[in-house]
């Protein structure tokens, strides 16, 4: 699986658009790369995935160069709900009879301030 | 549908008892995934399975065993807790066969080991 290394936190105020870089200079043709989400004392949540160029769903934006070397998720006018941590992973689908395993690493604090 | 749930919230255990965490889905997701997290870190994968009958171990899985006697149930089991096992234990999901990495958490068990 693919390393990768975001930001350890990151700070905007209320109503910014917030925007999260990922790297993973070592991704694979076949691998995606998804953005989690997860609040104080909950599990992660999905918020986006993709393979190449842009991805936009009703929470945010997921940016992919050409190389795919990196990855940026998009947070439109953020609010105090949004303060969460941000977590980036890369890896390849497998079918039923392989492994499918995911790294999540430290992932990126976001603190939305008022 | 409740999703994905985890049982029980909270636990302390004595070093060396026994203990097992249920996780249950009401998705038919064939993938299962036990993780855990600990302070300022983001989840490791203890062990998995994709598909009922089947379990495979992931980053940390000395001093852990699990079952999947059934597809909607993941066991995690601890034969002899050790204060290391300290930490938060969060159960998920996944559908097979489809080209999403998205993942289904549980709401988390919060296990203390003195």
């Known amino acids: 699986l693919a390393k990768t290394t975001q930001p350890i936190s990151m700070d905007s105020y209320e109503g910014q658009e917030v925007n999260i870089t990922c790297s993973h200079n070592?991704?694979?043709?076949?691998?995606?790369i998804t953005w989690y989400q997860q609040f104080p004392s909950q599990g992660p949540r999905f918020i986006i995935q993709g393979y190449k160029t842009k991805v936009t769903n009703e929470v945010a934006s997921l940016f992919i160069p050409a190389d795919r070397k990196s990855s940026t998720l998009s947070l439109p006018r953020v609010s105090l709900s949004d303060t969460a941590v941000y977590y980036c992973l890369v890896g390849t689908l497998h079918g039923k009879t392989s492994y499918d395993k995911v790294i999540f690493g430290p992932g990126t604090s976001l603190s939305v301030i008022p | 549908n409740a999703g994905v749930t985890q049982t029980p919230k909270f636990r302390v255990l004595k070093t060396g008892q026994s203990m097992t965490l249920l996780c249950a889905q009401d998705m038919n997701h064939e993938y299962m995934y036990w993780y855990r997290q600990d302070p300022g870190m983001g989840l490791r994968l203890i062990h998995y399975?994709?598909?009922?009958?089947?379990?495979a171990k992931g980053e940390v899985p000395d001093g852990y065993n699990v079952s999947r006697l059934k597809k909607q149930n993941f066991l995690l089991g601890l034969e002899s807790a050790a204060p290391s096992q300290t930490s938060v234990y969060f159960c998920a999901s996944r559908l097979a066969g489809s080209m999403s990495y998205e993942q289904y958490f549980g709401p988390g068990t919060r296990l203390t080991v003195t």
């Open positions: 070592n991704i694979a043709t076949n691998d995606y």
């Open positions: 399975s994709v598909g009922e009958g089947t379990t």
